[in-house]
């Protein structure tokens, strides 16, 4: 187990190496010349001369990698160009509520998506799975930033049970973060969870249809037992591992929820990175953003061995 862990982790660095290539190459494969562009129509020569040194784009691109990977090993992500502050300062102000966000919505994901996966599978062909199949449409056809403008048009502009906006981080007590959290999370949740609704049902289904189970049928063992200590726990390798590839809807989704709710996130500081041609801001958030589906993935790969004794590395 500890060798397959340490050869995982060493072939996570190439491909962080490939993904650190890709990011820095952002900065060249822009439209026009990102000085220019970022020192605006009406900027003087030296301007654009200035602009282009700080970014150092006057020096050779495998020298500039080659010190940018280096700043990077010593945890600089560089400076913001419209701010002026390190880019680690700036992305830690704004990770508390993004970690939040997502992590709210991948318990709202995981809690419905189950739940209605085994609801289906318990009786394959019955109301519930005829539900399961309308709440998957629907999952799957509206984009979380459609999912969000719905909610907010009935539970906050309608019913005015929840805010828009004011989001409230966690640290100012679970009341007024989940009450501002709840609707973003949401939004971002349902998508989520009806892929892993599906999923959930497909497995479980396959682990209802086993010798096993209709052994402990035959033996008159609660339909409770069967569902949740023999069909889910053979069921789970499938259900972890489409949680884990739903990272990135997560991540993505963050972009375009938190600037519907004006929650103070990684999100809203991507969006203005972008909008201002914040390239050292950008490269840092797609980096970072890259390294957490990597370990994310890597920690699902490790979670086997738990879920199913009969897998070794």
Request: aromatic share 8%; net charge neutral.
């Amino acid at each position: 187990m500890i060798g397959y862990a340490l050869r995982r982790t060493l072939l996570a660095i190439p491909v962080m190496g490939v993904v650190a290539v890709i990011v820095f190459s952002l900065l060249y494969f822009a439209p026009g010349d990102p000085a220019l562009v970022i020192a605006g129509d009406t900027a003087s020569a030296e301007d654009i001369a200035r602009i282009r040194h700080s970014l150092h784009l006057d020096q050779d691109p495998a020298v500039r990698f080659a010190s940018w990977v280096w700043q990077l090993l010593h945890g600089d992500f560089g400076t913001s160009i419209y701010s002026g502050e390190p880019v680690l300062h700036l992305i830690g102000q704004r990770a508390g509520a993004t970690v939040g966000l997502m992590l709210l919505a991948t318990l709202f994901a995981v809690t419905i998506g189950i739940t209605l996966g085994i609801l289906a599978a318990r009786r394959k062909g019955g109301a519930w799975d005829r539900l399961l199949a309308g709440y998957g449409t629907l999952g799957f056809s509206l984009p979380p930033f459609v999912m969000a403008y719905i909610l907010a048009f009935v539970f906050a502009s309608t019913l005015h049970w929840l805010p828009v906006q004011g989001f409230q981080p966690i640290s100012a007590g679970p009341g007024p973060f989940l009450r501002t959290a709840i609707l973003p999370a949401l939004s971002l949740g349902i998508v989520f969870s009806a892929l892993i609704a599906n999923v959930t049902r497909a497995a479980m289904i396959e682990a209802m249809g086993q010798d096993y189970v209709r052994t402990a049928i035959a033996k008159g063992v609660g339909e409770r037992t069967i569902l949740f200590r023999h069909a889910l726990k053979n069921a789970a390798i499938p259900i972890v591992t489409v949680i884990g590839s739903g990272v990135p809807v997560l991540i993505g989704g963050t972009v375009v929820v938190e600037g519907i709710f004006v929650v103070p996130g990684i999100g809203g500081l991507m969006v203005d990175a972008i909008l201002h041609r914040d390239y050292p801001v950008i490269q840092a958030v797609v980096l970072l953003s890259s390294l957490v589906y990597v370990l994310t993935n890597l920690i699902i790969d490790l979670s086997y061995t738990l879920l199913d004794p009969r897998i070794r590395y």
